[in-house]
């Protein structure tokens, strides 16, 4: 199986900050790698998909890039409600794996 | 509003079986492929199952092959998993979620399985 692995595990930020969470993929996966937010309590929610595509509805603060094995979620300007756990998957090979998560709270 | 809403979960014995069912509504739900992802307390996402959406083609996590079986029923817009042999490591949230064309779209709420004697 490909394994994801994000960094870092858990950060501290405040209202207003840049955040930036990395991807890792154990081999190559081209750009087949979707990320999701999950606030406490709440289902994941897909924020962008093949890398770098912003799901209709997602704010243009999140963006994503890369491509190969490295992978990158930047949140411009993080607001209150952005305060949640990121996931990374892929879907270039089965199974679809996600990475171990980055919980984003408060400084 | 595209809605997926499971059902089915609860508290079981290890050995014990449960069947989860998911409701889709909003969507047109023959198709599109569906899978199952859980979450045991405290911890990430684990894809579980996967079937087409036909349901000719079916794919299942190795910690839990053998144990499982996903089917649907077009007809009536319902997805469900059948799970066996239930252990301790297997309680977790199960999500029903739709595949779309640009990854894991659509969420249901979850329905939890406790797996405990």
């Known amino acids: 199986d490909i394994q994801m692995t994000q960094s870092p595990s858990s950060l501290s930020a405040s209202v207003g900050d840049t955040v930036t969470i990395t991807c890792q993929a154990s081999?190559?996966?081209?750009?087949?790698l979707n990320w999701y937010q999950q606030r406490p309590g709440k289902a994941p929610k897909l924020l962008i998909y093949?890398?770098?595509n912003l799901q209709t509805g997602v704010p243009s603060r999140f963006s994503g890039s890369g491509s190969g094995t490295d992978f990158t979620l930047i949140i411009r300007s993080l607001q209150p409600e952005d305060f949640a756990t990121y996931y990374c998957?892929?879907?270039?090979?089965?199974?679809?794996?996600f990475g171990q998560g980055t919980k984003v709270d408060v400084k | 509003e595209v809605q997926l809403v499971e059902s089915g979960g609860g508290l079981v014995k290890p050995g014990g079986s449960l069947r989860l069912s998911c409701a889709a509504s909003?969507?047109?739900?023959?198709?599109?492929?569906m899978n199952w992802v859980r979450q045991a307390p405290g911890k990430g996402l684990e894809w579980v199952s996967f079937?087409?959406?036909?349901?000719?083609?079916?794919y299942y996590a190795d910690s839990m092959k053998g144990r499982l079986t996903i089917s649907r029923d077009n007809a009536k817009k319902s997805l469900f998993l059948q799970m066996n042999s239930l252990r301790g490591e297997d309680t977790a949230v199960y999500y029903c979620?739709?595949?779309?064309?640009?990854?894991?779209?659509?969420w249901g709420q979850g329905t939890t399985v406790t797996v405990s004697s």
């Open positions: 081999q190559a996966i081209s750009d087949y």
């Open positions: 093949d890398a770098s």
């Open positions: 079937i087409s959406s036909s349901g000719s083609y079916k």
């Open positions: 998957q892929q879907y270039d090979k089965r199974p679809p794996t």
């Open positions: 909003e969507f047109i739900f023959s198709s599109y492929n």
């Open positions: 979620v739709r595949a779309g064309r640009y990854g894991m779209d659509v």
